[in-house]
């Protein structure tokens, strides 16, 4: 029921910043837990980041740990991704996902975006 629209992404120079959204359409958007996933070509869909219905639980990829912060705007129906010093290997295309209630960091989410494209040269 609920669909996701991801915005943000672009091609980015390597220690750069970028700053991903996710909007949601529903009125029951403060009911789900939302995650961010993202895949590079040639390889597997990968956990990201996810964050719990309230705000008040994150999970983060090791990977990512340490550079990455989701957050959530209840006002505004959205997520972000705040992507700081950008590495190559962060290059993919990443999608906003959304689950009922719970938040898990595995792939269980039950409604995804169409993805937005980040680029991060060397």
């Known amino acids: 029921q609920v669909q996701l629209a991801e915005s943000g992404g672009g091609l980015v120079q390597a220690g750069g910043s970028l700053r991903l959204s996710c909007a949601s359409s529903?009125?029951?958007?403060?009911?789900?837990?939302m995650g961010w996933f993202r895949q590079a070509p040639g390889k597997e869909r990968e956990f990201v980041a996810a964050?719990?219905?309230?705000?008040?639980?994150?999970y983060y990829a090791d990977s990512v740990k340490g550079r990455f912060t989701i957050s959530r705007d209840a006002t505004k129906n959205t997520v972000y991704l705040q992507m700081n010093s950008l590495k190559p290997e962060d290059s993919a295309v990443y999608y906003c996902?959304?689950?009922?209630?719970?938040?898990?960091?595995?792939?269980?989410?039950?409604?995804w975006g169409q993805g937005t494209q980040v680029t991060v040269s060397s």
């Open positions: 529903g009125r029951t958007f403060s009911t789900y837990a």
């Open positions: 996902a959304a689950r009922r209630f719970r938040v898990v960091t595995t792939q269980d989410y039950s409604s």
């Open positions: 964050i719990s219905m309230s705000g008040g639980t994150t």
